[in-house]
């Protein structure tokens, strides 16, 4: 089993920034790739970016191209989510997720794992 914790959660102005982290404990070592996703309010759980174990590689949803940078430190079994020029849009309580696969989905049915999730308020 793989546990799962998200910190870095708060309440932020727009156009401000947060980093979200994501550390992987119990059998961490068998981690693949890592995403996360977000549930804004009365909407469905959607994707918002993962990152590949070996290589490593990124993928975005389009909504934070540019904004949004994702990153591992697989010394740490620890996933980062930094989020740069936050919109009232952005406003949800974010998940880490991981799969024991190297490779990244978008799909939310292909991670195995799952955090408890961490609430990220873009108001001000």
């Known amino acids: 089993q793989v546990q799962l914790v998200e910190t870095g959660g708060g309440l932020v102005q727009p156009g401000g920034s947060l980093r979200l982290s994501c550390a992987a404990s119990?059998?961490?070592?068998?981690?693949?790739?890592m995403g996360w996703f977000r549930q804004a309010p009365g909407k469905e759980r959607e994707f918002v970016a993962a990152?590949?174990?070996?290589?490593?590689?990124?993928y975005y949803v389009d909504s934070v191209k540019g904004r949004f940078t994702i990153s591992r430190d697989n010394a740490l079994n620890t996933v980062y989510l930094q989020m740069s020029s936050l919109t009232p849009e952005d406003t949800a309580v974010y998940f880490c997720?991981?799969?024991?696969?190297?490779?990244?989905?978008?799909?939310?049915?292909?991670?195995?794992?799952w955090g408890q999730g961490t609430q990220v308020t873009v108001s001000s």
């Open positions: 997720a991981a799969r024991l696969s190297s490779l990244w989905s978008s799909t939310e049915f292909a991670y195995d794992y």
């Open positions: 119990g059998r961490a070592s068998t981690v693949g790739a």
């Open positions: 990152i590949s174990r070996n290589p490593v590689s990124t």
